[in-house]
């Protein structure tokens, strides 16, 4: 393992005591493995664990490298699968010539906190307590982040967005069969919209990647690399 992530590996440890159970303290190594994580604590908060993936918003750091021009991220809205709305943030890890080799994430679960929070005002200020529930709720429909589990969650992730977005219907509510029908008579439009969307999140990066998207898509894997080579001539 690199001599430097080597060092996180028990700040996670320290971390978690430090912190408590509902923070989620999530190692990531860059340098390897596409990412995949090497050592997390709390997992139960999103549901991962050791060898998952990079999330879609992780993807689009490493992909469009912001990280060249901060140090961290921090207090952005995530949501875990299980619709678990989470207080983030992120610390890119580099080594002695700025290159990113890892990424460390603290996912905080607040819920509790807030509904605290809400009880308290409604005590003290009962007349501030609805202006603060309408804040706190738009504060927390702004998730950057979604957390997945697989490689698969995320293109679904995408495939559904996408989609929705160019049609107007949510594959989420329909059957399976329904799903593996639309998504096989999608136009060219949106099938090449969404690969754009897999590629621009920095999807492609993860080994495998592309085998599943051809799965989840209904097509050829040498379909996904035309679609790319059009969208890299485009730009």
Do not use: W
């Amino acid at each position: 393992m690199n001599r430097i992530l080597n060092r996180y590996i028990t700040l996670v440890d320290f971390l978690e005591l430090m912190l408590g159970p509902n923070y989620e303290i999530v190692l990531h190594d860059l340098t390897k493995n596409n990412g995949k994580i090497i050592k997390i604590a709390n997992g139960h908060i999103t549901g991962r664990k050791i060898g998952d993936p990079l999330t879609p918003y992780s993807l689009s750091i490493v992909k469009e490298e912001t990280y060249k021009d901060k140090e961290f991220e921090v207090n952005y809205q995530a949501k875990a699968q299980s619709g678990r709305l989470l207080r983030s943030c992120t610390l890119f890890i580099k080594n002695e010539n700025s290159d990113l080799i890892g990424l460390l994430c603290i996912n905080f679960d607040d819920i509790k906190f807030l509904d605290l929070t809400e009880q308290l005002i409604q005590l003290i200020h009962p007349d501030e307590a609805i202006v603060e529930r309408k804040n706190i709720q738009l504060e927390r429909n702004e998730v950057t982040e979604v957390i997945s589990e697989s490689v698969n969650d995320v293109i679904n992730n995408v495939i559904n967005d996408v989609f929705y977005k160019d049609t107007k219907k949510n594959l989420l509510t329909e059957t399976s069969m329904t799903r593996k029908l639309l998504v096989s008579n999608m136009s060219t439009t949106t099938r090449q919209n969404i690969i754009a969307a897999l590629e621009q999140r920095g999807l492609f990066l993860i080994k495998g990647s592309v085998q599943e998207a051809a799965k989840e898509l209904n097509c050829s894997m040498p379909s996904i690399y035309r679609y790319l080579n059009i969208i890299k001539f485009s730009k």
